[in-house]
């Protein structure tokens, strides 16, 4: 009679049940609300323009803004992927600072010298300077940038909003979720099988 042990059952089963109802959240719950979510920011662009953001507020991403950038004013330097570096300056606003993409540009040592002023342009996030493993951990609200229409003297144009780069991962999610859940399940039953021959081996030759 073959067997199967229980409590290495139950707990395998837990962990498969566990699994499959991470998959059903990603797939049935996170996947529609990140859908509406991209449908809103896709609109965003086409809606009126409003004050600058001071603190974060993803639904506002690629709103058309305006602000003024306030003395003194400092510029950093940022990676841009293809585009090389993009320039970004932090300057006063009424009641906080603000951040402002001015432009990219190709030159590794550019520096530019940039008096502030009155900017339009879209709504972004800023890049916190984080690494990857940080930012897995820490679910603070990534601060907002200023992306200029106009590039300031010296520099290349900034891109325009790009919906695609806001990431939709939850339905790759979910599938990883159903795999390792069947996986676990085929193992384990693998390894109750293979256990079963080896006791019914035992029990032959005692």
């Not at 042990?5 to 990603?26: R, S």
């Not at 009641?95 to 972004?124: E, F, N």
Request: aromatic fraction near 6%.
């Amino acid at each position: 009679m073959k067997r199967v042990p229980v409590l290495p059952t139950l707990v395998v089963g837990l962990a498969v049940a566990a699994m499959v109802a991470l998959g059903l959240w990603q797939l049935l719950d996170r996947l529609p609300q990140k859908r509406a979510y991209l449908a809103q920011l896709a609109a965003n662009p086409a809606r009126p323009p409003i004050a600058f953001p001071l603190f974060p507020d993803d639904s506002l991403l690629f709103r058309r803004t305006v602000a003024e950038c306030r003395p003194p004013v400092t510029v950093r330097r940022a990676g841009a992927g293809a585009a090389g570096f993009r320039l970004i300056a932090t300057c006063s606003v009424q009641h906080g600072a603000m951040q402002v993409q001015l432009g990219t540009t190709h030159d590794p040592r550019k520096a530019i010298a940039w008096p502030g002023g009155r900017v339009t342009g879209y709504v972004a996030h800023a890049p916190d300077g984080g690494s990857l493993i940080q930012s897995a951990f820490d679910h603070r609200p990534q601060a907002m940038l200023l992306v200029a229409d106009s590039p300031a003297a010296g520099l290349e144009p900034n891109p325009s909003p790009d919906i695609d780069a806001v990431p939709n991962n939850h339905l790759a999610y979910a599938v990883q979720w159903f795999l390792f859940a069947a996986i676990a399940a085929i193992i384990y039953a693998l390894a109750v099988v293979r256990r079963n021959r080896m006791v019914v081996v035992t029990d032959t030759h005692g």
